[in-house]
Every structure is written in structure tokens, then in C-alpha cells.
């Protein structure tokens, strides 16, 4: 009995800790969205992740492209952006140009959608459903980390998403000791190694002077 309402205890702990931990960062998190916008008006996802740090302010230009975020038929962000197919510095034609949105993150609900409107008609050029930030099936997929699935993707697994707090895991994706939790390698102990060194130099030197001292006398 007391083995299992302890077990009971550190569930609940691990529980909450997760909890507090989740609701932290989702109050300072973003949703970046990379996709690749091509002439003809198709859309190509390159990702969609959560990442530390405030979104861009919605853009109310009016340009072409409509990036949303929808629940049902409730409109949660909007912000339109425009594709540039010439490059600045060589003045080139491309086929397709690189889009990066950061948009509010409030959780893995409703789908975004990017529209095209082409004088009264509007086209619906790109869905992504949100809960694909979180499929609960024990493995860390591609389009999630630990702020969107901490579930799937534990802070001690890589995940693309440096968390430097105090959270008793070391987040293999932060480098350089940012993480507390991170504990430095242990310093290589060179001390046995110059000692060994300087016994078999010493020894190395008794013996050329014994031998040499042998040869002399054999001479004499």
C-alpha cells in the first residue's frame, strides 16, 4: 500500500511539473511557419513549429496572400504577406520564394490556411491542421517538440528546441552550457600521465648512463 501511494505521489508530481512547465512556456512561445510560395499560387510546407519568443504583429497590407489561423468558422489570427518572385540583389526571376510567418501559438487546435485573392474570387491555396503539432503516439515526429507535445517529445530528447531552465533534464539541443541542467565533462586528469612520463624518462636515463658506464669499463 505504501509503495503504491507513493508511486501515486511522484505521478502526480511528474504531472504537475510537466503542467507548469507546458503553461510557462506556451505564455512566451510562437508558431513559426516556413513554406514556399510558387507562381503558379501552389504551397509547399517546409515546417511548422513552436519556438521561444513573441510573434510577428499581424500585417494589414493589402497584399495578395492571407495566412489565418481558423477554428471552425472563428478567425483566431490574420495577416497578409506578399511573394516577391524577383530577387533583390541579382534582379533574377525565381520559380518560388521562401515565406517564414511567426503567428500567435495558443495551442494544437483549428487549422491554418493560406488564401489567395485574385480581384473578388478568393482561393484557398494551403490547409495545415494543428493537432499534427501533436499526435501522441510515444515518438517525436516532425512537426513536433516539447512546447507542442511534451507527451512525445521529452526536454531530455533532441527536438530541434533549446529550453535552458532548471527542470532536472538536460536539453540535448541547447550547446555551449546554456542549459543548467547540463553538467560540463569532467576535465581530462593529466597528472597520472606526467607522472608515468617522468618515471620512464628518468628510467630511460639511468639506463643510457649504466650502459655507458658499462662500456667504458669494458674498454678499460
Known amino acids: ?107 494544437n487546435f483549428g487549422k491554418l490556411r493560406i488564401t489567395y485573392q485574385n480581384g473578388s ?22 512537426y513536433e517538440n516539447t512546447i507542442t507535445c511534451p507527451q512525445d517529445c521529452l526536454i531530455a530528447n533532441p527536438d530541434l528546441l533549446c529550453l535552458p531552465r532548471f527542470d532536472n533534464a538536460c536539453d540535448p539541443d541547447c550547446v555551449g552550457g546554456i542549459d543548467p541542467d547540463c553538467k560540463p565533462s569532467p576535465a581530462p586528469d593529466y597528472s597520472l600521465i606526467i607522472v608515468v612520463s617522468s618515471i620512464i624518462v628518468v628510467l630511460y636515463f639511468i639506463i643510457t648512463l649504466l650502459l655507458y658506464n658499462r662500456r667504458r669499463t669494458k674498454r678499460r
Open 121 to 142: 474570387n478568393t482561393f484557398v491555396l494551403w490547409s495545415f491542421d494543428l493537432r499534427q503539432l501533436c499526435d501522441r503516439d510515444n515518438v517525436c515526429d516532425k
Open 1 to 107: 500500500m505504501r509503495q503504491s501511494s507513493r508511486l501515486q505521489r511522484r505521478m502526480l508530481m511528474t504531472i504537475l511539473i510537466v503542467s507548469l512547465i507546458s503553461i510557462t512556456v506556451l505564455a512566451q512561445s510562437s508558431l513559426k511557419v516556413n513554406f514556399f510560395v510558387a507562381k503558379n499560387h501552389t504551397v509547399t510546407t517546409q515546417t511548422v513549429r513552436a519556438i521561444l519568443g513573441d510573434p510577428n504583429d499581424p500585417d494589414t497590407a493589402d497584399f495578395p496572400y492571407e495566412l489565418l489561423h481558423l477554428d471552425g468558422d472563428k478567425t483566431l489570427f490574420l495577416t497578409h504577406f506578399n511573394a516577391n518572385f524577383r530577387r533583390i540583389d541579382t534582379f533574377e526571376d525565381v520559380d518560388e520564394v521562401l515565406i517564414t510567418e511567426r503567428i500567435p501559438y495558443s495551442g
